[in-house]
């Protein structure tokens, strides 16, 4: 089936520096999403990726849709501590023509942000 | 005023107990879901309405029953809860048919299983 790779499964920086995760798949995606989930809290879409090739940013944040359409990462610049959490790789599955929002998830990156 | 809103946002209950968790949104989104986060934080689809049809159920238990009495509203009932059940299950809502996926998820309700 569709899965997601997403790597790494966690990271340890200190505040200031740059972040960078990525997600891979087997299967061709047509968008991308990366979420962010806060400490008891739901996932949050932070960027949403429909083209290949695409490079989008959104304040610190960058993402790109790999040219193969297998792949997309996430950059963090300049790291705060308001960046921990999970981030997650998302990309819907299609069944009949529509996905109707049915994600498959990466297994999530775990940033932790020493100040 | 919150988007997705669910309740209750813990549950602590004994194996063998039915228990539900309701959700609300008030994006007028005509499509909701539930979705299981495990301990691993591992997100999986449970079930998709689309204007209260169910769209999409996976391969979950008959003891989850979902339930949406209109669009704005999807509710979870489980029955005979069971120890591998515990977990933190999401809501969420997104535009008709949204090829984007772009969820909007609610808090999460915790549910532990003892």
């Known amino acids: 089936g569709q899965q997601l790779n997403q790597s790494p499964q966690s990271m340890f920086i200190q505040e200031g520096e740059d972040v960078s995760m990525n997600c891979t798949s087997s299967?061709?995606?047509?968008?991308w999403l990366w979420y962010k989930q806060d400490p008891g809290e739901g996932p949050v879409l932070l960027i949403a990726?429909?083209?290949?090739?695409e490079l989008t940013s959104n304040g610190r944040l960058t993402a790109q849709f790999g040219i193969t359409r297998k792949d997309s990462f996430l950059n963090i610049s300049a790291s705060i501590p308001s960046d921990v959490g999970i981030y997650f790789c998302?990309?819907?599955?299609?069944?009949?023509?529509?996905?109707?929002?049915?994600?498959?998830f990466g297994q999530g990156t775990i940033l932790t942000v020493h100040p | 005023d919150t988007a997705v809103s669910q309740t209750p946002k813990y549950l602590v209950t004994q194996m063998g107990n039915d228990k539900s968790i309701k959700c609300e949104q008030n994006l007028g989104h005509d499509t909701m879901y539930w979705y299981k986060q495990d301990s691993k934080k591992f997100l999986k689809i449970m079930f998709s309405?689309?204007?209260?049809?169910?769209?999409i159920n996976e391969t979950v238990p008959n003891r989850f029953s979902p339930k949406s009495p209109d669009k704005a509203h999807l509710n979870l009932h489980i029955n005979s809860l069971e120890l591998g059940d515990s977990a933190v299950y999401f809501c969420a809502s997104s535009q008709a048919a949204v090829g984007g996926g772009e969820l909007f998820f609610g808090e999460g309700s915790r549910l532990t299983v003892l």
């Open positions: 998302a990309g819907p599955l299609w069944a009949g023509g529509t996905s109707y929002g049915k994600l498959t």
């Open positions: 299967s061709i995606f047509n968008t």
């Open positions: 990726l429909y083209k290949a090739g």
């Open positions: 309405y689309n204007n209260k049809e169910l769209i």
